[in-house]
T-cell receptor, first 112, second 113 residues
């Protein structure tokens, strides 16, 4: 079946450094790529997304890049802060939320 | 108040028991989902519903059933709970006009002993 691979599973960085999380998807029909942040005791929350007709998208300290040819997409967080510590999930979707496939998650630790 | 609520937040039950997890939303969305989260496996779709009369199986529906009582309510049942159904369960919603983006509830931690 279709899947999304996410790496690394755990990432530890110093406050102020950058963090990069990478995902690879298998379904070539995927056209929407969201990233979710899950804080302890809470449900996942959408932080940024990108559609297949765009190669890069930025929102303040967060950016996402997409390489459709290679079926890769990545999340970049710059100037990390302790409050960025959480589990991050990438996902790939066809038209419609019911076809969303999630990666296994990356636990990010930002050390002060 | 939270837009998507789940009850209970935590539940411990015994093997063979029937249990129901409930989800309510005030976002006015037509589409609702139940996911299961296990460590190292991400989120996997159990069931989804596009409206009150539409229920569909997801990736891992065996051992589960659902009921869409109203547009705002979607419940998940485990007819006879087993230990490997111990997991974190999330309800989510989306709107047909912006169907990609899903809004998640806070989750229910279920333990089956």
């Amino acid at each position: 079946g279709e899947n999304v691979e996410q790496h690394p599973s755990t990432l530890s960085v110093q406050e102020g450094d950058s963090a990069v999380i990478k995902c690879t998807y298998s379904d070539s029909a995927s056209n929407y790529f969201p990233w979710y942040k899950q804080e302890l005791g809470k449900g996942p929350q959408l932080i940024i997304d990108i559609r297949s007709n765009v190669g890069e998208k930025k929102d303040q300290r967060i950016a996402v890049t997409l390489n459709k040819t290679a079926k890769h997409f990545s999340l970049h967080i710059t100037e990390t802060q302790p409050e960025d510590s959480a589990v991050y999930f990438c996902a790939a979707s066809r038209t419609g939320g019911f076809k969303t496939i999630f990666g296994a998650g990356t636990r990010l630790f930002v050390k002060a | 108040d939270a837009d998507v609520t789940q009850t209970p937040r935590n539940r411990i039950t015994k093997t063979g028991k029937r249990i129901m997890l409930e989800c309510s939303q005030t976002k006015g969305h037509d589409r609702m989902y139940w996911y299961r989260q296990d460590p190292g496996l991400g989120l996997r779709l159990i069931y989804y519903s596009f409206d009150v009369k539409d229920i569909n199986k997801g990736e891992i529906s065996d051992g589960y059933s659902v009921s869409r009582q109203a547009q705002a309510k979607f419940s998940l049942s485990l007819e006879s709970a087993i230990p490997n159904q111990t997991a974190l369960y999330f309800c989510a919603t989306s709107d047909w006009r912006s169907d990609y983006e899903q809004y998640f509830g806070p989750g229910t931690r279920l333990t089956v002993t």
